[in-house]
């Protein structure tokens, strides 16, 4: 079964630093993997996607990640953070029809 | 702009007391889901529907319900909450669902606050 797992619930970096939110997953096939954040009391807005077309997927607010298939990870980052980054991100995969998340990890911004 | 819908966006209902939340999608999408997310954790797949097609989670309680009343809408039933249902509640759709593709990406609405008194 599909399944992904974030490393640290929490990350705080500050205002301009590197933001980095690791993300492995775990799927017995080509997996297609997702980014979501989650701004307070908002739904769930797509950041990006992994659909194989190409290893290094550009999202939306200046976030990339890239798909690592020998570490079998799809790690976050943003090279320069904004506290308008300041949410909770989901990475997740999709598998058995459904979206299978990861527990979150909340990103603080330090000014 | 094409969009996912909730309303309302903060709902406030007694204990024992029905209560329905309300999805509507501009985008034309065959299936739409309803999730519960408890603070500080991931969303939870309650169940969704592929067109007419009700497919429910296995570990779904009983006390909720859901109606599809044509393409547009979507329904969440609460038959009886209790004070573990306070959460807040997403709609999603997705064009298809168990292709593998694009059409699989799930689009959120903004969520619908439940607190249970």
């Known amino acids: 079964a599909q399944s992904v797992t974030q490393l640290g619930s929490h990350v705080s970096v500050s205002e301009g630093a590197l933001v980095l939110l690791r993300c492995n997953y775990s799927s017995s096939v080509p997996p297609y993997l997702f980014w979501y954040v989650q701004y307070p009391n908002q739904g769930l807005q797509l950041l990006l996607k992994y659909t194989s077309a190409a290893t290094l997927v550009k999202g939306i607010n200046g976030f990339e990640a890239e798909f690592k298939k020998s570490e079998t990870s799809f790690h976050l980052t943003k090279p320069s953070a904004h506290m308008s980054d300041a949410a909770e991100y989901f990475c997740?995969?999709?598998?058995?029809?459904?979206?299978?998340f990861g527990q979150g990890t909340r990103l603080t911004i330090n000014p | 702009d094409a969009m996912v819908i909730q309303n309302p966006r903060y709902q406030v209902t007694q204990f024992g007391k029905p209560v329905t939340l309300s999805c509507s999608q501009t985008?034309?999408?065959?299936?739409m889901y309803w999730y519960q997310q408890k603070s500080s954790q991931a969303p939870k797949l309650l169940f969704h529907y592929y067109d007419k097609d009700f497919n429910n989670e296995a570990d779904t309680p009983d006390n909720f319900q859901s109606r599809r009343p044509n393409t547009s809408f979507c329904f969440l039933d609460i038959r009886s909450p209790g004070l573990g249902d306070a959460a807040m509640y997403l709609c999603?759709?997705?064009?298809?669902?168990?292709?593998?593709?694009?059409?699989?990406?799930?689009?959120f609405g903004p969520g619908t606050r439940l607190t249970v008194l």
């Open positions: 997740a995969v999709f598998g058995a029809q459904k979206l299978v």
């Open positions: 985008l034309n999408h065959n299936v």
């Open positions: 999603a759709t997705s064009r298809e669902t168990g292709t593998g593709g694009a059409a699989d990406t799930q689009y």
